[in-house]
């Protein structure tokens, strides 16, 4: 069993190899670490602007594009202001 299991239908936080954060509601996972999140959001963070959040909804990512999954402190998350929260991008993953 997958040591991700414990995440199924819980609000987790994935960084992509390329940078990107997605925070959504994980539904489903493979042998492979594929994975389908629900409610779905994309935090695009600038060092001039606030977060921009871009609605993805229903998503899937595979294994080899994610670098970490982490669940999300609903509680803490929901009291960030995003709006003013800057921040550099998280660069690229190198092998």
Known sequence: MSQL???VNQKVSVIMNDGRIVVGTLRGLDQT?????????ER???EDE???VVD???YLIRGDNIAVIGLVDEELDGAL???N???????S???
């Open 5 to 7: 299991q414990p995440y």
């Open 33 to 41: 670490t594929n994975i389908i999140m629900q409610n779905s959001q």
């Open 44 to 46: 695009i963070f600038s």
């Open 50 to 52: 606030g977060v921009e």
């Open 56 to 58: 993805l909804g229903l």
């Open 81 to 83: 202001d995003l709006e």
């Open 85 to 91: 929260l800057k921040g550099e991008p998280l660069p």
């Open 93 to 95: 993953l190198k092998h």
